[in-house]
């Protein structure tokens, strides 16, 4: 289960609505082993697509040493999706390469609500997960 602070929900569905019809991406980082997303990383989708997502590489360096240097890691990865489901793609699944973290989607496709859900993508396997706001 991710339990989430709604502040980051929050954030996530903000940068989601506001990079639409572009998909959106970042991260929560929280200390090593902790499973606690604790500091909100929006990030530049390097691609400006909307319906694709990657990381800028300068970017994804910077923060990835950054987490080093404070004893980070990715607890959350999103991104959103802005004309599908909230549901990992093959490319999605294909790319991820973090066990241990919780892939949060977003989706924009209605413009009333965002759709919000969490997986776990272990080796190719999509298992969604309970989300909890705190």
Do not use: W
């Not at 989601?16 to 991260?27: F, K, N, T």
């Not at 929560?28 to 929006?42: C, K, L, T």
């Not at 241990?100 to 977003?106: E, G, K, Q, T, W």
Request: hydrophobic share 35%.
């Amino acid at each position: 289960m991710l339990r989430i602070d709604r502040t980051h929900y929050e954030a996530i569905v903000a940068h989601a609505r506001r990079d639409h019809p572009d998909e959106a991406c970042g991260l929560i980082a929280g200390p090593i082993g902790s499973d606690r997303p604790e500091r909100f990383v929006p990030m530049l989708n390097a691609e400006r697509s909307p319906t694709y997502y990657r990381f800028d590489d300068a970017e994804k360096l910077r923060v990835f040493l950054e987490m080093d240097d404070r004893d980070e890691e990715p607890v959350v990865i999103y991104h959103s999706h802005t004309a599908t489901e909230a549901y990992p793609s093959r490319t999605d699944v294909s790319q991820a390469s973090i066990p241990d973290a919780h892939y949060v989607l977003a989706s924009t496709r209605d413009p009333e609500t965002t759709e919000f859900r969490s997986f776990r993508i272990v080796d190719g396997a999509v298992t969604e997960e309970q989300v909890e706001i705190v």
